[in-house]
């Protein structure tokens, strides 16, 4: 029976460098981890070398017996679809490699009027939308930092929102539609508010063509860029 290396090594010669989500499946059926890739080629073939594994990851490895990719335009993209697939499977390795007590998750938080975007840990007991759980912390953050450049929806507290005469920063650099002194009225607001939400859960086919669209063309111009 082939190991977990070799399994690995079949699929390489037919991945691309496209980014996207992969699955590490066991002899069970049972999906073992989740991840997402900028370049999926790359980083299944990291699998490949034990050495350089840790112990833990090492065990995952050998466990494996198929992989299922899914292509994606964007690393955003891949960062949505892994927290929904997560979040679907519980793999457990994704679980076993947390780094924190919980996941984090991205919460549009309704308990205003305004409703705001904004990384969240913990308890549900906020009213808004909660969309994750995602991997890692900076995952959520290169996420929010999309949104925030795609739908301009605030992020600052209620207390600051509510405090604000004149616009922030984040308005002059684009990247909040400056509800908080009328720069955009509630039913346009609350448009993008919507948007933003069919997108996060992969609802509008039509939203995601264009988002893809408007950072191909900051890309070109050198405006757009995510972290590592």
Known sequence: MENGVDIIKSYLKNLGTKPGVYRMICA??????????????NRVKNYTNLRGLSVRIAKMVMLTRSMEFITTHTEVEALLLEANLIKRYKPHYNI????????????????HKTPRV???RGAKKKDGYYFGPFASASAVNISLNTLQKAFSLRTCSDS?????????????????????????????????VEEAHDFLSGKSETIKVGFTKKMEEASDKKKYELAA
């Open 160 to 192: 600051v929102f509510e405090s604000r005469s004149r616009p922030c920063l984040l308005y002059q650099i684009k990247r909040c539609s400056a509800p908080c002194v009328g720069k955009i009225s509630d039913t346009d607001y609350n448009l993008l």
């Open 118 to 120: 904004l990384k969240h």
């Open 28 to 41: 069970n059926e049972k999906v073992l981890y989740v991840g997402k890739a900028k370049n999926l080629s």
């Open 96 to 111: 076993l490699l947390r780094d924190d007590k919980s996941f984090p998750y991205i919460l549009i938080d309704k308990t």
